[in-house]
């Protein structure tokens, strides 16, 4: 077919770019927070600054790699704008992510501030990779896959098998973790450098840019006669009603997912009181709903042909579904509750590349310049604002309700909190995230198709 012009296998090996992204990034979300808390017993409010710290440094970080990759370098001829990056900053990331697990061996209390200070400094390392691999791969999306149906069919192919990093992220690491054993993290975290570059070799060819891909970027390149500095593009960028709407739902979203994801192995351990390899059967359950609701988004797209729509109506589905949640306290309870929620999860998980490609559109049509890494750049940056939003949030609910770091045990009131934490907060993150993208978000179908043609027409 003309408008799709990348194989199958291809667009499969991307996909495993995708699968790395999940499994690495999952398993930091899951276990970073709960184990320099309740594992370490390192207090709340230090734990909390180290995030917020880190988070800061995402502000820095993340719009600045993507203004920098946007540039070519003396290998962008050979090698192109995109692969480079992702695979030196693939292969930071897995070795960066042990880090995050061997501080320091001294104590909590006395030495709270030697591992504060390494938690700062492992996570924004672990985090400088992230955006150099996500920034550069996020980026390549628009860039290599150019029409709607191209990028309906590579998201189709990528989902499922990005889907096989967030079921390894999810049950690898709680199978080997023991609870009050500091070992196995360790343990846990050996595997995952092992898994992670396997993933990545696998991602090399669809992450590889073609020929006509690199020689488009130096042709247009070449024809600037100069370029926009980091903040005007900023500016230009948070002129732009589509990508404002939707960086705003997408922080909200990603702070439902990082709470939900992040009380996970507290809600197993003081709620339920069972041990770690429980958490297998909860992200199962997550996982299956996901996988199975997946054709069904994809068919709800390509029947509607209205990405704004479906994608809204995922998100919608993702709050109600956090509802039951709040009061429940059974086992198999909560893993039917997480199943529900996956179905809604394996909506956005269809869509936000898709969105995030018609806001592309957008700004190129309206700067006359390919400049996907600085807006991949910005989507990773304020979606890191999310782990902001769910530390402060577990912060202030863990002081509130007096949760004990590092005890085995916790008060019926610091129980309640988990519940806060766990499914009241995100659903109200993600009711208000709806209605902003509904009242705000301006890119209809008949807009993000006039917008392919203009592409079309530029040349771009």
Known sequence: MENIKHSKANMASYGFAKALSQFIGLAFTAFGFYYYESEIGLN???????YIIFAIYNAI?????????????????????????????????????????????????????????????ASCLFDTFASLFFVNFNSLFPDKFRTIEERRTANAIATPIGLVGTALAVT??????????????????????????????FAIPGCREDQETIDRYLTS?????????????????LKQRSF????????????????????????????LQMPASAIILISVGFLIGSVLSIPFWIKMANKTNDNRKTILIAFIFLAISAA????????????????????????????????????????????????????????????????????????VVH??????????TQSPEAVFGIHLHFALLPMIYMLIGCIIFWKFYDLTPEKAKINQEKLRELGL
């Open 44 to 50: 709340v409010l230090l734990v909390g600054l180290g």
């Open 61 to 121: 970080n993340d719009p600045l790699v993507g203004y920098l990759s946007d540039r070519p370098f003396r290998f962008t001829k050979k090698w192109g704008r995109r692969f480079p990056w992702i695979m030196f900053g693939g292969a930071g990331w897995i070795v960066s992510y042990v880090l995050i697990f061997t501080p320091p061996n001294v104590d909590p209390e006395s030495g709270a501030w030697i591992l504060l200070a390494w938690l700062v400094f």
């Open 172 to 201: 690898l690491p709680p199978y080997f973790i023991t609870f009050g054993d500091l070992r196995t993290y360790i343990i846990q975290a050996g595997v995952v450098l092992i898994i992670g570059f396997i993933i990545l070799i």
């Open 221 to 237: 390149h070449d024809d600037k006669m100069e370029r926009e500095s980091f903040f005007s593009s900023m500016k230009i960028a």
């Open 244 to 271: 404002v709407a939707f960086i705003i739902t997408y922080v909200l979203y990603q702070s439902y997912v990082d709470c939900v994801q992040v009380s996970v192995p507290y809600v197993v351990r003081f709620i």
């Open 324 to 395: 039951p949640l709040i009061f429940i306290n059974s086992y198999i309870g909560i893993v039917i509750g997480m199943t529900i929620m996956g179905i809604g999860i394996g909506g956005t998980w269809v869509m936000l590349a898709i969105v995030m490609g018609d806001v592309i559109d957008e700004s190129i049509v309206t700067t006359g310049k390919r400049e996907e890494g600085i807006y991949s750049g910005f989507q990773q940056f304020f979606g890191r604002l999310a782990i902001l939003i769910q530390a402060i949030t577990f912060v």
């Open 399 to 408: 002081t509130l309700t007096g949760f004990d770091e590092g005890a085995s």
